[in-house]
């Protein structure tokens, strides 16, 4: 008997995920997971020749926006997986990949599954951002034998979405402050888009203080470029979940971490306020998200509000 879910998945790539497990092994079961922006992620249960089971983890790029990036992003990812191997990095084990859906239906990857779950809410926030720091500064400390291509910047000046009530001080000085050609810095190993809802915890249900990262995926952006736009980019996905003071604080625990940011406030300026002016045209889209992952108070406007709050913080000198 089939299982109606596995009679989901395109004929194409259920023979091509066979073809990669051990002999005897076939999929008994396919879980859709959510939370996910540009793909569908589902956790498939393989049974095994002996009758246990264990999981994997199927990426796939189905839709005609994001097909057309999907053999770089899937490149990218493949390559981070297999360059992360045996660093102590917890990142999923690559098992194949086939980038432009030569054999699947849709350009897709195929992992290992590691145990976690992503935590959005604000109850233990305060032990979460020093692991997330400790763990973002180890990422940083790779040194791959293949750099992966050098970062992309993912806003313009002439892009940027000023939120209803913005400062627009704050605003226009931040803006022409990216106009500016970038400071030179030391290339690191980036995550490129390292973030809550892309670390996976285990937090004990009596103890939200003991939670431990036990996973850190999606690493479709993998970049070489400054540790300062990895950090600023967490910075400020905690800023808009928990509040901007959260956000200055990530900056700090990152250095107490062992972490290396830029030498001048100058230039650490810089790439601070790229990811707030980057976030400004995504805030619809990342609202709808998080509010669809638990936190419903996360409207367009709260999220607009902390934004030009963090923004402004930044501007004052805080971070």
């Not at 763990?135 to 992309?152: E, M, T, W």
């Not at 993998?222 to 996905?237: E, K, M």
Request: charged share 20%; proline share 8%.
């Amino acid at each position: 008997m089939t299982h109606p879910e596995i009679a989901d998945l395109p004929a194409s790539t259920l023979a091509w995920v066979h073809r990669q497990l051990d002999v005897g092994e076939r999929v008994a079961g396919i879980e859709v997971l959510h939370g996910g922006m540009t793909a569908e992620m589902r956790r498939l249960t393989i049974g095994t020749r002996h009758g246990g089971t264990r999981h994997l983890v199927l990426r796939s790029f189905t839709t005609p926006s994001s097909a057309a990036h999907a053999e770089d992003w899937l490149g990218r990812e493949a390559g981070a997986l297999a360059a992360l191997t045996g660093t102590g990095i917890p990142a999923p084990e690559l098992v194949a990949a086939d980038p432009t859906a030569v054999h699947c239906a849709y350009p897709s990857l195929l992992m290992t599954h590691l145990a976690g779950r992503t935590v959005l809410a604000d109850e233990g926030v305060p032990a979460r951002v020093p692991l997330l720091a400790s763990q973002l500064a180890a990422i940083h400390a790779v040194r791959p034998a293949d750099r992966p291509r050098g970062y992309v910047a993912l806003t313009t000046a002439d892009s940027v979405v000023v939120p209803p009530g913005g400062d627009p001080a704050a605003w226009g000085a931040a803006i022409e402050l990216i106009r500016r050609p970038p400071p030179r810095y030391e290339g690191r190993f980036l995550h490129r888009d390292f973030q809550p809802g892309n670390v996976l915890f285990d937090v004990p249900p009596a103890s939200p203080a003991g939670a431990r990262i036990t996973a850190v995926v999606d690493w479709a952006a993998t970049s070489w470029g400054p540790a300062d736009l990895d950090v600023a980019h967490c910075a400020t996905n905690l800023a808009l979940l928990h509040g901007p003071t959260w956000g200055l604080r990530f900056l700090a625990a990152y250095e107490a971490a062992g972490g290396m940011l830029a030498a001048s406030a100058p230039e650490r300026r810089y790439w601070q306020v790229r990811e707030p002016l980057a976030f400004s045209e995504e805030v619809p889209e990342v609202s709808l998200l998080w509010r669809q992952q638990g936190r419903p108070e996360l409207t367009e406007q709260a999220v607009s509000t902390r934004l030009d709050a963090y923004l402004t913080a930044l501007l004052d000198g805080l971070g």
